[in-house]
C-alpha cells in the first residue's frame, strides 16, 4: 500500500498591522525541529541589534526589582559575586539546548521541578538529596511510560527571587515592604527583615554553588546509577500507593538490568552509573544576572552563568523591557512563562526577539492558565507559533494558575493540577503538536501545602507542615503521582503514534 505523506507545510506568519513582517515566501521554513532562518523580523522599535551587552538591560524599564537604599553597597556586592567563578560551564548549556530540542519533536520530555523559592534557613545537605532522588523516581516513571529520555531540570541552586503582586505588604495595619526571596530580603514581618540587603547576593551565590557541588556529586559519583533505582524511594513513601507502584517500576528495571548484563551490557558505560542534571530559575534579579554573565572562551559567546537554564516571568516578558533585553543575549536555552493574557501576535514576536535564528531547543514555552483557559487560549497560541514556522518547546506549569486561598493559606489543589495537565495533554493531542515538558513546584519534603492527592491532605491539614516561604509545593507522594499520571499521557500518546506508522496502518489495511 503506498502512503501519501504530506510535506511539512511552508505556512507564512499573519502578523499584526505593523508588528511584524512576514518575509518572502523563499525565506519560510517548515515546522520542523531543524535549524532554519528566520523568517520573522522584529519591528525596528523592539530591535537592539548588535548593541547587546550584559548591561544593555539598564537602558530599559526593569520591573520587579528591589529598591535598596544604598547603591553604593549594590556595587560592591556585584563586584564581588563578578570575581568568582561561574556557576554552570557553556558547554552544559549547549548539550543542554540538544535535549530541549529533542523535547520539541516528542523524542524526550523535560520535567522542571523544585521549590517557589530556596530559602536560607532551609538549606541543608538532606533537602536537596530529597528534592535530586524524587525527580530521579519521577524520571524514571516518565521514562518507563514515554520510552523517551528524560531531562531533568531542578528549580535549585538559583531559585531565589521572586516576582510579587504588591510591592508591600499590610497585616494589621502595618504596610511593610513585600517579601522578594532570600536574595533580597527576609520573609518576617518586620522592616529589619523586609529591608533589602545588597550582601544576600553573595550569600545565594555561595548557597547556590554549594547546592550544585552536592547535586554534581550524586549526578557523577554513583548516586543516580541506574542499578540504585530500587534505592531511591523516600522512607516516608514506603508504605503509600505511589511508593508501592514506584517500587513496581523499579523491581521491572532491575530486571531488565539483569537481563541486560546477561547479555553481555558493560555495567560501567556512563549511562549506568551517572545522569544528567540541570539547574534553573527565573531570570528576575538583573543586577545578579548580569554579574554572573560571562563569555564563553571556546565560542566567544555571552552565557548567564549562574544556572544551566534562565526563565522569563509572567510578569517581565514586556516586549522592550529589561528582562527580555537581557535573555536576548545570552546563549543559554531559555524558557518564557506564558498566561492567558498572551496575544498571539505578541507571542510570534516574543519568540522572533529571544530566538531570531529559530534554533530548536533554545526556547520553551511555559503556559500556565488554568485548564479551563487553556482549553480555550492555547490552541491560537500553538497555531500562531506553528504558522510562524517557529520552533519552540511546549512546556505545562499547572501550578501558578491554580493558586487560591483557603484558611488564610494560598494552596492548590491537587485536581486542579492534573486537570490543567490533562488540558494541556489534551489540546496537543488535537492539534498534532508535542507536548514537551511539565514544570512542577515540588519538594521532596512531607509537607502540605497542596490539597487533595491520594493522601486526601485536606483544608485542615494545611497548618500542619505549611513551610513554603512563598507559594504551595506539591509534596513527595503528591508529585509522584503527577508524574504517573503524565507517564500514563506519554504512554498514550506513544501508542497512538505507533498506531500511526505506516507499518501499522499496512498491518491493518
Ligand atoms: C514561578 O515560577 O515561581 C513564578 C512566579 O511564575 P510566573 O512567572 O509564571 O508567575
Ligand atoms: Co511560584
Known amino acids: 500500500m503506498k502512503l501519501q505523506m504530506s510535506q511539512p507545510q511552508a505556512l507564512r506568519a499573519r502578523p499584526r498591522a505593523g508588528a511584524l513582517r512576514a518575509l518572502p515566501r523563499r525565506h519560510t521554513v ?8 528566520p523568517r520573522l523580523v522584529v519591528p525596528s522599535s523592539l530591535q537592539g541589534g548588535s548593541s547587546w551587552s550584559p548591561n544593555s538591560w539598564r537602558s530599559k524599564p526593569a520591573l520587579q526589582q528591589p529598591e535598596y537604599q544604598d547603591q553604593a553597597e549594590v556595587v560592591k556586592a556585584c563586584e564581588e559575586i ?3 567563578p561561574p556557576l554552570i560551564f ?3 548549556c549547549r548539550t543542554l539546548q540538544e535535549r530541549l530540542a529533542k523535547a520539541a519533536t516528542g523524542e524526550a520530555f523535560v520535567l522542571f521541578g523544585g521549590d517557589c523559592a530556596e530559602a536560607f534557613s532551609q538549606f541543608s545537605a538532606n533537602r536537596i538529596r530529597d528534592l535530586y532522588r524524587l525527580l530521579l523516581q519521577m524520571s524514571t516513571v516518565l521514562a518507563f511510560g514515554g520510552g523517551v529520555p528524560i531531562v531533568k531540570l531542578g528549580r535549585i541552586a538559583g531559585q531565589f527571587a521572586k516576582p510579587r503582586s504588591a510591592p508591600t505588604e499590610t497585616i494589621n495595619g502595618v504596610t511593610l515592604p513585600a517579601y522578594r526571596g532570600d ?3 527576609g520573609p518576617e514581618f518586620t522592616p529589619e527583615a523586609r529591608r533589602c540587603d545588597p550582601w544576600r547576593l553573595v550569600r545565594a551565590y555561595n548557597q547556590s554553588a554549594a547546592t550544585l557541588n552536592l547535586l ?7 548516586y543516580a546509577g541506574l542499578s540504585r533505582v530500587s534505592q531511591w524511594n523516600l522512607d516516608f513513601m514506603k508504605n503509600t500507593a505511589e511508593g508501592h507502584a514506584y517500587m513496581d517500576i523499579a523491581k521491572r528495571v532491575d530486571e531488565a538490568i539483569q537481563f541486560m548484563i546477561a547479555c553481555g551490557m558493560d555495567t560501567n558505560m556512563p549511562f549506568m552509573r551517572e545522569t544528567e542534571f540541570y539547574t534553573c530559575h527565573e531570570c528576575l534579579l538583573l543586577d545578579y544576572e548580569e554579574a554572573l554573565t560571562r563569555m564563553d572562551s571556546t565560542t566567544d559567546r555571552w552565557y548567564g552563568c549562574s544556572s544551566h537554564f534562565l526563565w522569563c516571568g509572567e510578569r517581565t516578558r514586556q516586549l522592550d523591557h529589561a528582562h527580555v533585553e537581557f535573555m536576548r543575549g545570552v546563549n543559554n536555552p531559555i524558557g518564557v512563562k506564558v498566561s492567558d493574557k498572551m496575544d498571539p501576535n505578541d507571542i510570534v514576536t516574543l519568540i522572533a526577539m529571544l530566538n531570531p535564528s529559530n534554533k530548536p531547543g533554545r526556547l520553551s514555552i511555559i503556559v500556565r492558565m488554568g485548564a479551563r483557559k487553556l482549553r480555550e487560549k492555547m490552541p491560537a497560541l500553538i497555531e500562531a507559533v506553528q504558522r510562524s514556522g517557529q520552533v519552540v518547546t511546549w512546556v505545562c506549569d499547572p501550578m501558578h494558575g491554580n493558586t487560591e486561598t483557603v484558611s488564610g493559606y494560598k494552596t492548590r489543589r491537587y485536581e486542579n493540577i492534573r486537570s490543567e495537565i490533562e488540558a494541556f495533554f489534551d489540546v496537543h493531542e488535537q492539534m498534532g ?3 514537551g515538558g511539565v514544570h512542577l513546584e515540588m519538594t521532596g519534603d512531607n509537607v502540605t501545602e497542596c490539597i487533595g492527592g491520594g493522601a486526601s491532605i485536606s483544608e485542615d491539614d494545611l497548618n500542619s507542615r505549611y513551610h513554603t516561604h512563598c507559594d504551595p509545593r506539591l509534596n513527595a507522594e503528591q508529585s509522584l503521582e503527577i508524574a504517573f499520571y503524565v507517564a500514563q499521557r506519554l ?3 506513544r501508542e497512538n503514534l505507533a498506531a500511526k506508522t505506516p507499518a501499522a496502518a499496512a498491518a491493518s489495511s
Open 30 to 37: 517548515s515546522v520542523s525541529a531543524v535549524a532554519s532562518e
Open 82 to 84: 563578578a570575581r568568582m
Open 90 to 92: 557553556a558547554g552544559e
Open 183 to 185: 536574595i533580597i530580603n
Open 216 to 222: 554534581r556529586g550524586f549526578s557523577y559519583g554513583g
Open 433 to 435: 503538536t508535542v507536548p
Open 491 to 493: 504512554r498514550q500518546r
